[in-house]
């Protein structure tokens, strides 16, 4: 069964300081692995997604994240943060392509001016 | 990049009455559509996958005769939520696997139900 783990309930960073946002996954075949961001009140925004090919991903609004197969972990990075980057984020993964997302349970960034 | 709507934004209801809502992807076609339910401060929980032209397939634990979903078309599929309870209030959103450069890996979601039942 696949599964995702996001450790974190909350993480705390001052703005302009470099951000993690910790995602580990299992699943049974290769995976397919996503981060999206979620506002106050509103459906998911797709960040990145990582499918095959290099392991460093970059995304939209300036984060990127490493996929590391040997650490089954898949975590969201950013060099420096903004106050505006404070949401709710996702970690997913699925095994095949146009399947469900099976998510994490969220990790809500604060980010502090 | 693609875009999925959902119809209401929101919806306060009186217990024993249905309610319907409406997921369409705007700008591409969906044979596959995926329901979520997601509670205050928690993760998104798959409740079933809407298929155009058969039957949806539903999560263990979904009642498929509360939760009744149609695939109309290839870009619309609904979630009826019949008889509801204040139990069943909660923030349902809709996803689409889009199909942007032919591959169908990215799911591009809907804004969200927030339903309410009185």
Same mark, same amino acid.
């Given at each position: 069964?696949?599964?995702? #783990?996001?450790?974190?309930?909350?993480?705390?960073?001052?703005? @302009?300081?470099?951000?993690?946002?910790?995602? !580990?996954?299992?699943?049974?075949?290769?995976?397919?692995? $996503?981060?999206?961001?979620?506002?106050?009140?509103?459906?998911?925004?797709?960040?990145?997604?990582? =499918?095959? @090919?290099?392991? %460093?991903?970059?995304?939209?609004?300036? $984060?990127?994240?490493?996929?590391?197969?040997?650490?089954?972990?898949?975590? %969201?990075?950013?060099?420096?943060?903004?106050?505006?980057?404070? #949401?709710?984020?996702?970690?997913?993964?699925?095994?095949? #392509?146009? !399947? #469900?997302? =099976?998510? @994490?349970? @969220? !990790? !809500? %960034?604060?980010?502090?001016? | 990049?693609?875009?999925?709507?959902?119809?209401?934004?929101?919806?306060?209801?009186?217990?024993?009455?249905?309610?319907?809502?409406?997921? *369409?992807?705007?700008? &591409?076609?969906?044979?596959?559509?995926?329901?979520? *339910?997601?509670?205050?401060?928690?993760?998104?929980?798959?409740?079933?996958?809407?298929?155009? /032209?058969?039957?949806?397939?539903?999560?263990?634990?979904?009642e498929k005769d509360k939760f009744l979903?149609?695939?109309?078309?290839?870009?619309?599929?609904?979630?009826?939520?019949t008889s509801?309870?204040?139990?069943?209030?909660? &923030?349902?959103?809709?996803?689409?696997?889009?199909?942007?450069? /032919?591959?169908?890996?990215?799911?591009? &979601? /809907?804004?969200?139900? *927030?339903?309410?039942?009185?």
């Open positions: 069964a696949q599964s995702v #783990a996001q450790p974190e309930d909350q993480v705390n960073v001052a703005e @302009g300081n470099p951000l993690t946002v910790k995602c !580990t996954y299992s699943v049974s075949g290769n995976p397919y692995l $996503f981060w999206y961001v979620q506002y106050p009140n509103r459906g998911l925004q797709f960040l990145l997604k990582y =499918i095959t @090919g290099d392991n %460093l991903v970059k995304g939209s609004y300036g $984060f990127e994240a490493e996929f590391n197969k040997s650490q089954t972990s898949f975590h %969201l990075k950013k060099p420096s943060a903004l106050v505006s980057d404070s #949401a709710l984020y996702f970690c997913a993964v699925r095994d095949m #392509a146009g !399947t #469900a997302l =099976i998510f @994490g349970k @969220g !990790t !809500t %960034l604060s980010v502090s001016s | 990049g693609a875009v999925v709507s959902q119809h209401p934004s929101r919806v306060i209801c009186k217990s024993g009455t249905s309610v319907k809502i409406e997921c *369409r992807s705007l700008d &591409f076609q969906a044979t596959t559509m995926f329901w979520y *339910r997601q509670f205050p401060k928690q993760s998104l929980m798959l409740m079933a996958t809407s298929n155009e /032209g058969s039957k949806a397939t539903y999560e263990q634990g979904v979903i149609n695939h109309a078309s290839l870009t619309l599929s609904t979630l009826t939520v509801a309870h204040p139990e069943d209030s909660s &923030f349902y959103i809709c996803s689409a696997p889009g199909l942007a450069g /032919g591959s169908t890996d990215t799911q591009y &979601f /809907g804004p969200g139900t *927030r339903l309410t039942v009185l």
